[in-house]
């Protein structure tokens, strides 16, 4: 991850013949930088690994032993709690847990009950799945719980030029993670099995926990936590209610064409090693590379068009799939997979920042919060309801539906990209204008 190097300026007046001000050794500037973001790193590394396993590697372990594809769609709600956090987020501001300083109490507070939760799921291999699954959403909703905390911190003792590393080592934490709690602990899940892989990731979220416990949050703060207020969230929330409906259609159409892939794979034969691989490093792997990729692409080709180009990418990869399912292809399969996760990829940066745009207001935090968590909650019924279709009709007739739809979805999204921009742009005419009159 690049880090800044200070360059401290010599003083007032200082010429061939002063002395220097010394500078502080670069590999000294990183390291205090290092030190600085790890304990986000770390938390994020948890935040990867647990839904990793949680919602990523249990649906796939479990369908590979065959459980019908309606029951794998059931643990999809394992990801609820994601897109409900604006519902609680208010206690997170106003309540001060004891012990520890406001934000690391429900840090800690969340990331231990997250602990526990993990341990009692590692002896629940041979439980019915109302009970894994009621265990494993209680540990997501630790997991948001976490998350959401952890975004309030920043907020109020990261200053806004050191925001951007810290969002940097987020991403590598959450895609290492990522990488661990599906690639690692899937694709060698016959040497570990469920109880032990399931105690690697509790006792993983211990041993993150540690490093944040030793912020400085009281010295750091720069003001007050935020007060929560429902009512006004809820209020907002009917206000961007058209983008959520944009968002929500899109995050679900996506989902739809590309997430159940790795199912599909499975029932093509691909082993379950090979698509925890797929899943748990090429995906993330993928999603790093795009994410340095896509910003400078969408400056040179423009948002609108680059999320167009990903988008045709995302619905080819869809019909190649459409081609593996109906001949039997394992290995076109696979081709279309990593299709899809590279031009998916493509899509997460110009996606993100008009939600970013979206968000401008009085309250921008609120804001993000309502268009990810509300339109992640409007996919639910498709993620859910997903592979239950599939197993209806046939991962043919599947994918042939999913196409069109994925489309339809990128063209509104695009749509209203567009004319945001647009508005944009002339809104930023209109100020020219008044600034030129007035001169």
């Known amino acids: 991850m690049p880090v800044p190097v200070p360059v401290r300026a010599e003083p007032h007046g200082a010429g061939p013949g002063s002395i220097p001000e010394a500078r502080p050794a670069p590999l000294r500037a990183r390291l205090v930088l290092a030190r600085q973001l790890a304990p986000f790193f770390c938390l994020y590394i948890t935040f990867g690994t647990t839904l990793g396993w ?61 602990v526990a939760l993990l341990v009692a799921l590692s002896f629940g291999e041979g439980w019915p799945l109302p009970a894994l699954l009621a265990v494993a959403v209680a540990c997501a909703v630790c997991v948001a719980t976490m998350d959401i905390a952890l975004e309030a911190l920043v907020v109020e003792t990261v200053p806004g030029a050191r925001r951007a590393y810290t969002a940097s080592a987020k991403l590598c934490g959450a895609s290492l993670g990522g990488i661990l709690g599906v ?49 006004a969230d809820l209020r907002r929330l009917r206000a961007l209610m058209p983008v959520v409906l944009v968002l929500g259609a899109y995050f679900a159409a996506a989902y739809v064409l590309s997430g159940s892939n790795t199912l599909a794979l499975l029932d093509l034969g691909v082993p379950l090693s090979e698509v925890g691989f797929l899943t748990g490093s090429v995906l993330p792997a993928a999603n790093l590379v795009m994410a340095l990729v896509a910003g400078g692409l969408a400056v040179r080709f423009g948002t609108v068009r680059l999320i167009a180009v990903s988008g045709l990418g995302v619905a080819a990869s869809g019909a190649l799939m459409l081609a593996a399912c109906a001949w039997g292809l394992p290995r076109l399969g696979v081709a279309a997979t990593v299709l899809g996760m590279v031009c998916g990829g493509g899509l997460g940066v110009p996606v993100f920042n008009m939600i970013y745009r979206w968000a401008q207001g009085p309250r921008p935090a609120t804001d993000y919060a309502i268009l990810f968590g509300a339109a992640f909650f409007a996919a639910m019924p498709l993620r859910v309801g997903s592979p239950a279709l599939a197993g209806a009709i046939g991962w043919p007739g599947y994918f042939a539906l999913a196409i069109p739809l994925y489309a339809a979805s990128v063209a509104w999204l695009a749509r209203a990209i567009a004319r945001t921009l647009a508005a944009d742009r002339a809104a930023e005419r209109a100020g020219d204008r008044a600034t030129g009159a007035a001169s």
């Open 183 to 231: 690639g690692v602990l899937v694709g060698d899940y016959d040497a570990f099995g469920w109880r032990a892989a399931t105690l690697c990731v509790a006792g993983l979220d211990a041993l993150c926990l540690l490093p944040m416990l030793a912020y400085p949050e009281a010295r750091l703060r720069r003001g007050p936590p935020a007060s929560g207020a429902r009512t």
């Open 54 to 114: 949680l919602s990523g590697g249990a649906p796939l372990i479990l369908r590979a032993r065959g459980i019908d594809l309606a029951e794998v769609g059931l643990l999809q709600l394992i990801n609820l709690p994601i897109g409900l956090t604006f519902l609680w987020a208010g206690l997170v501001d106003r309540i001060r847990l004891p012990l520890l300083s406001h934000r690391l109490g429900w840090i800690a507070a969340a990331q231990a009950a997250t």
